[in-house]
T-cell receptor, first 115, second 111 residues
Framework: SAVISQKPSRDICQRGTSLTIQCQVDSQVTMMFWYRQQPGQSLTLIAT?????????ESGFVIDKFPISRPNLTFSTLTVSNMSPEDSSIYLC????????????FGPGTRLTVL | GQQVMQIPQYQHVQEGEDFTTYCNSS?????IQWYKQRPGGHPVFLIQ?????EVKKQKRLTFQFGEAKKNSSLHITATQTTDVGTYFCAGRNTGGFKTIFGAGTRLFVKA
């Protein structure tokens, strides 16, 4: 399984500002995902980030609000732009197993609070 | 669209009691995964089931995939306080590209 780190682990931000979350993997992976999880809730997929192509966003999420970069096979960033209190959540990155691609390994998450 | 429903939402058990969570899909699944998320932690992959009627065991955990590949269950025998957390199922429908997570079942174990 892959080892994934995320930065920052948590942050408190003012509304109207932007935060970039970094996701680093210890091995090369093809498929990376970004999720949002409200406390006590399930995981909501924001987008799929594959290296060499633009991210694919799920319904309700747009690139202007959540721009994603995937410069190489071990790194990705998610930016939460023009934040409002409704963006307060835990943001998780995950990677797909190289062989069993439906299996995902998750990073520790970034807890974001917007005031 | 594809939906993955999970019940119960919460379960309180006394330590030593058994626990089962059920996952039902509106469509036939290619496979199903189970994850555990400890309080304050992130989801951790437990197992993947692929074959119709498949049963897998991990110590006190038993995972089943239904014959029609539309439902699955996770059974924990003789729960321990270390089993506390939320258990999620996740599946991708046949021919689909996206994995859908269930709402999760939160397990509380009283010592």
């Amino acid at each position: 399984s892959a080892v994934i780190s995320q930065k920052p682990s948590r942050d408190i931000c003012q509304r109207g500002t932007s935060l970039t979350i970094q996701c680093q993997v210890d091995s090369q992976v093809t498929m990376m995902f970004w999720y949002r999880q409200q406390p006590g809730q399930s995981l909501t997929l924001i987008a799929t980030a594959n290296q060499g192509s633009e991210a694919t966003y799920e319904s309700g999420f747009v690139i202007d609000k959540f721009p994603i970069s995937r410069p190489n096979l071990t790194f990705s960033t998610l930016t939460v732009s023009n934040m409002s209190p409704e963006d307060s959540s835990i943001y998780l990155c995950s990677v797909a197993d190289l062989i069993s691609t439906d299996t995902q390994y998750f990073g520790p998450g970034t807890r974001l609070t917007v005031l | 669209g594809q939906q993955v429903m999970q019940i119960p939402q919460y379960q309180h058990v006394q330590e030593g009691e058994d626990f089962t969570t059920y996952c039902n899909s509106s469509t036939t699944l290619s496979n199903i995964q189970w994850y555990k998320q400890r309080p304050g932690g992130h989801p951790v992959f437990l197992i993947q089931l692929v074959k119709s009627g498949e049963v897998k065991k991990q110590k006190r955990l038993t995972f089943q995939f239904g014959e029609a590949k539309k439902n699955s269950s996770l059974h924990i025998t003789a729960t321990q306080t270390t089993d506390v957390g939320t258990y999620f199922c996740a599946g991708r429908n046949t021919g689909g590209f996206k994995t859908i997570f269930g709402a999760g079942t939160r397990l509380f174990v009283k010592a």
